[in-house]
Each structure stands twice: as C-alpha cells, then as structure tokens.
C-alpha cells in the first residue's frame, strides 16, 4: 500500500482546489484572493482527514460550515507552495480535476511570488480563477475587473 | 504513482459497499439479496471509472438514477468475490468505511459458497446487512425475519 497514491485518489474524489475572491478594502486592488485546498468527510469517518494533516503537517481540521461534515483545510499560500502542490504534482490526480488542480498551482505559485500586488499579476490571475470550478462563484468577473 | 492505493482511495470518499434487499418470489425465502460495488462520478471527470473498469476487468458503467452522474458498478458476486474483494484486502481503506468492506466482503463470500440458500445462513447474512450502511433501507430487519 502507497498511502501517498491513497491520498491523491482520496482528493481525486473529495477534495477542493479553490480559489475564493471577497471584496476587502485591506487587499491590492480591492479584492482579497484566498485559494485553499481542502477534503470533507462525515464525523464517523474522519481518520483520513487526520492523514492529511499528519502528512502535510499544516493546515487544520474544523467543522465544515453545514456542521454535518468536518473539513480539512490548507489556507497558508506558502503551505500549499511547499506542502501541498508538491505532493500533487509527484502523485497526480487522474481526472480531469487535475486541470483545475494545475490552474490552481499556477495561481498559488503567482501569489508566493507576490504578482497579484502587481497590475499585470492581479489580472493573469484573476483570469485563471475564473476558470478553476466554473459556475460557482458569487462575483462576475466584470465585476472585479481592476 | 501506485495506481491500487490511488483506486482505493477514491473509493474512500465515493464508493459504494451496498447489499440491497428486495421482495422476491423467485428467490430463497422471498428475498433477493444484492450486493454491488460501485463509484460514482459527473459525466466530466469520468475518467476514474473507466480506470476501475479496466482495472478489475468487469462491470459496467451507466447513468446513475438522478441522471447526473455515472456510476461504475459490479454487481456478480463472483466478480466481487474474485476480484473487487481481493484488491479491497491487499489495499485495505483507512477510514471506518473498512468496517463496511469487511461486512460486505463476508456477505459475498458467503453468498458464493451458496450459503443464502440455507435457513442459518440466510438468517446470518441478513444479520450482517442490517450492520451495513445502517438507515438508509426500506425494510426494516423484522419485515425479512423468516
């Protein structure tokens, strides 16, 4: 047994590569971009999201907002960069969330290197987020065109 | 990349060790008993069925009731016996879903030994499936007393 091909086909099915976007006057250009990867899982069934953070050794496990589920979520750019990514690109998913999963790498790569502080940065990756997860999303991309 | 681990461990988050029961006049006491193995997938990231498919060399895939997945599924209990099961042991899953298989993988075994056929063993078998997936069935364990 490969407990490290396990995870990966563990995420294949349950896990997230996200991006969210929120309007925040704190952030460069007005919009705070906060990508994160994460698995839920039933209470009775939450040993492999201890897996991950044992493996990982970041991120943490909180209920999921339903309350029905937990979740195990990494938030830290710098944890995804090093941690998380690494492990997905040596273990790579099989279907075709493995395009969202390299869209979503690109995005992280970019904020580690601080490009969404620059004009050019900010809108490359806005135009990528837009098509991780398609459909999903609460803001047009008109609306945080910059 | 070990491709067994990554299958199960897609089959921790999505698959299926179900054993349904259905009233039957054709069969033994008037029950039908149907176990099946299966995972479930939207039509855009298929792929992963079609790697278990090919993988255990058996099965089919097919729309799924709601419309909106596919689902790969086995339903011979030899297939299950000599080829879904010996895979589910050699890369055991992690979570309590393991519980499950193990009932499951008796139910099969037994099944296949013919043994449903029996009073005692009938009465074991629907024992077993009462611990399975518990709260999701139409019949309650007093209605297939025999």
Not at 44 to 67: M, N, V, W
Not at 130 to 141: D, L, V, W
Request: aromatic share 14%; proline share 3%; hydrophobic share 30%.
């Amino acid at each position: 047994m490969d407990i490290y091909s396990y995870l990966s086909g563990y995420a294949d099915g349950e896990g997230c590569f996200c991006v969210a976007l929120s309007k925040s006057e704190r952030h460069a250009f007005g919009w705070e971009i906060r990508p994160s990867f994460s698995v839920s899982q039933n209470y009775d069934r939450a040993e492999i999201l201890h897996l991950y953070k044992q493996y990982f050794s970041c991120g943490s496990i909180r209920p999921d907002r339903s309350d029905k589920t937990l979740k195990y979520e990494v938030r830290s750019v710098r944890d995804l960069v090093e941690r998380v990514i690494p492990h997905f690109e040596k273990y790579p998913l099989f279907s075709s969330k493995r395009k969202d999963f390299e869209k979503f790498a690109l995005v992280c790569k970019k904020m580690s290197r601080r490009e969404h502080l620059t004009d050019r940065g900010f809108r490359e990756i806005i135009e990528l987020v837009f098509t991780i997860n398609t459909g999903k999303r609460k803001y047009s991309k008109e609306a945080v065109k910059i």
